[in-house]
């Protein structure tokens, strides 16, 4: 057992351009593969890195002004990781090592947005010279916000943002400097991530049957769930902080784990943003309730808590998960210990942004999402019943607004995302599952709530809870072409849970493959 606060938190380096590029800031990107101290008492692990270091460089950049990002792969032939050629685009013919970056909520085009197939590798493979890089360009027209990068590759997606590729991404607003929040050194990101290590340091992820054996337990890896909890790479850290207010921006960039954040003394999240800006007010949070791929942009006043010790922790609800090696417990410790190196003039004001909301729509899409047994009779989920593989089903028109009702029939929350676009959640309703799933019928058994209070921004990632009935709403655009949308629970994202879908533009046809 690995003892807890004994490492500090780390504060991630920014990544800065290297030069301009037409006008643009133009950055690059090397993943490598390095070993890293994770814990005091580990021996350095092995992990990749995004220019070798995990969790990747944080970028700064501004709204409205366009990068360049030159993505580039070293990392080794061999993943050193159980990899399954039996998930979809991941056979022998493929290399074994390919990344994709994708900036998860960046309204990007779709040529820079990180098609899980539109990968590159390390160079020459087995099967063929493979580009070893890719630039990426990112507009950045969208409110101030905290993104975050990483791996997209088809069909090893879990397992390589589980070595170590991933990063953050803030958009810095102007509309933000009137609101006089806390700023730099006092606002930093938050990167929660679990890991399960072996005795000598390297990171443990179950081995699958590959290919499976036939007759012998057929069986996916289920969700992962670690052991430890990691903060910006290191296990169970401390952060020694002033009495004053902080912004931190919280990402849950778990495979699997759903967490319940708290504060040991009993101090609330002020959370004044979520996936994709700001919220209209800022709201009192006890409990904050973050699924994989979820942000939460709060600030934790620690300013009445002078020589206090306080501990985020998780405590979900239970029932927990079967097997899980770590269902509740800390995730890091804040040490209130510092003098204050200059009085607390930031603000947290009653108003933060206007949202507008969505209310007229063109479409509405019934969506599934439900389990059913893959070729080799193991238990997958799936979006609408289709596997990657199908054709296109879901194909909106440029501008238009649709409702999509995501119908949970199975017994998981999965966490839905769409790419490009930021979506408002309508509603929440139970229905019973079992008569739908006899005749297809959708019985209501109660009423359709409003999501939470701090859901109730621009989100682009929601919680679709097992025997509920989700209602989001979004606008298509402001670029045609191909996109994903997905469970971002990465076993689920792997192994099936992951459609495209294609946005029609104007005088564009989309002529649905055979
Ligand atoms: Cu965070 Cu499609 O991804
Ligand atoms: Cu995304
Ligand atoms: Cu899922």
Redesign the pocket.
Known sequence: MLEKFVDELPIIDEILPIRSYHQAPFYEVTMRETYQKLHRDLPPTKVWGYNGQYPGPTFHVQRNQTVHVLWKNELPKKHFLPIDTTVHGAGNDVPEVRTVV?L??GITPDTSD?YPEAWFTNGFQEVGPYFTHQLYTYPNRQQGTTL?Y?D?AVGITRLNIYAGLAGMYIIHDPAETYLNLPKAPYDLPLLIQDRSFNPDGSLYYPSQPNPPVPNVNPSVVPEFLGDTVLVNGKVWPFMNVEPRRYRFRILNGSNARIYRLSLSNGLSFIQIGTDQGLLEQPILVPELLLAP?ERADVIIDFSNGFQQSIVMENNPEPPFPPGDPNPEGPVMEFRVNKPLTCPDTSSIPAHLAAIPKLLTYQKNRNLLLNMRPDPYGREIHLLDNRVWADSVSEIPSLGNTEIWTLINISNATHPI?L?LVQFQIVDRQPFDADIYKKDGRIVPTGPRTLPDLNERGWKD?VRANPHEITRIIMTFGPYPGLF?W?C?ILEH?DYEM?RPYYIVGHGDRYIVPL
Do not use: C, K, L
């Open positions: 994708h998860h909520g990180g975050w990483h997209h791929a995302h790419h990632t994903v997905h971002h994202e992951m």
